[in-house]
């Protein structure tokens, strides 16, 4: 398949109701509106593809940015061309996760990560605060510095409140993330979650909330799922 017929083929795709939610999200022209599953339809055509993955991302289009996500292949995909990607990525629904998901799968997540939380551009730090969440929930235990993300949480815990819009999500969500996913850490990310309290992030016109990093991280004990690891960060 080329960019033209994928792009045909997303258009085919378009849903207006769709594209209304999107808007409100934060979308912008040009796009079509394609839901999720009908993206995955695209998907199992093409499977991983590299360079037609690049090719989506370049087009600027919301629909194709994403669906050049779903595709990539993160075993080729190169530092400059995910720096690429994350400064290019406009709104959270491709910088959070879209580009969080190929970077946290890559050789280069946790170094990206780190890079990118520093970032004084909102959608790079969030998707660097997104980033390291979906690394942690892939990574065993033993493969992870756990005083690193100790270190982390004492930063989300002074920064969170202070912090941009979306940073301020991707933050707390880390703060899940490690609570969830990082057995030792379990126990601090519970205190600072707690400390840290509700966290205050403006989802525009959506019904959108913040999860409670605090409930969250119980729900999970009580499921018996604190440490449990995914193969994949995207989905």
Same mark, same amino acid.
């Given at each position: 398949?080329? $960019?033209?017929t994928?792009?045909?083929?997303?258009e085919?795709?378009?849903?207006?109701?769709?594209? +209304?939610?999107?808007? +409100? /999200?934060?979308?912008?022209?040009?796009f079509?509106g394609?839901? $999720?599953?009908?993206?995955k339809?695209?998907?199992?055509k093409?499977k991983?593809?590299?360079?037609?993955?690049l090719q989506?991302?370049?087009?600027?289009?919301?629909?194709a940015?994403?669906?050049?996500g779903?595709i990539?292949d993160?075993?080729?995909?190169?530092?400059n061309?995910l720096?690429?990607?994350?400064? =290019?990525?406009?709104?959270?629904y491709?910088?959070?996760?879209? $580009?969080?998901?190929v970077?946290?799968?890559?050789r280069?997540?946790?170094?990206?990560?780190?890079e990118?939380?520093?970032s004084?551009?909102?959608?790079?730090a969030s998707?660097?605060?997104?980033t390291?969440s979906?690394y942690?929930?892939?990574k065993?235990?033993?493969?992870?510095d756990?005083?690193?993300?100790s270190k982390?949480?004492?930063?989300v815990e002074?920064?969170i /409140?202070h912090?941009q =819009?979306?940073?301020?999500?991707?933050?707390?969500g880390?703060v899940i993330?490690?609570?969830?996913?990082?057995k030792?850490?379990?126990k601090k990310a519970?205190?600072?979650?707690?400390?840290?309290g509700?966290?205050?992030?403006?989802?525009?016109n959506?019904?959108?909330?913040?999860?409670?990093?605090t409930?969250?991280?119980q729900?999970?004990i009580?499921?018996?799922?604190i440490g449990?690891k995914?193969?994949?960060? +995207?989905?």
């Amino acid at each position: 398949m080329t $960019v033209d017929t994928i792009l045909k083929e997303l258009e085919s795709y378009a849903s207006d109701d769709t594209k +209304r939610v999107l808007l +409100r /999200h934060g979308a912008r022209e040009p796009f079509f509106g394609v839901k $999720v599953q009908d993206l995955k339809k695209i998907v199992k055509k093409i499977k991983t593809n590299h360079e037609l993955s690049l090719q989506l991302f370049a087009t600027g289009n919301s629909d194709a940015m994403y669906l050049a996500g779903l595709i990539a292949d993160t075993s080729k995909i190169s530092k400059n061309e995910l720096n690429t990607w994350a400064e =290019n990525a406009y709104w959270y629904y491709l910088s959070e996760y879209a $580009v969080a998901w190929v970077a946290a799968e890559s050789r280069y997540g946790l170094e990206l990560a780190l890079e990118w939380i520093k970032s004084p551009r909102e959608n790079i730090a969030s998707a660097g605060w997104a980033t390291l969440s979906n690394y942690i929930a892939l990574k065993p235990d033993d493969e992870l510095d756990i005083n690193l993300y100790s270190k982390l949480l004492d930063s989300v815990e002074k920064e969170i /409140h202070h912090a941009q =819009n979306r940073v301020r999500y991707t933050m707390n969500g880390f703060v899940i993330a490690v609570g969830t996913s990082i057995k030792a850490l379990t126990k601090k990310a519970t205190e600072i979650s707690k400390r840290i309290g509700k966290v205050t992030v403006n989802v525009g016109n959506t019904s959108c909330k913040v999860p409670l990093a605090t409930e969250y991280i119980q729900k999970v004990i009580a499921r018996g799922a604190i440490g449990k690891k995914k193969k994949y960060a +995207r989905c």
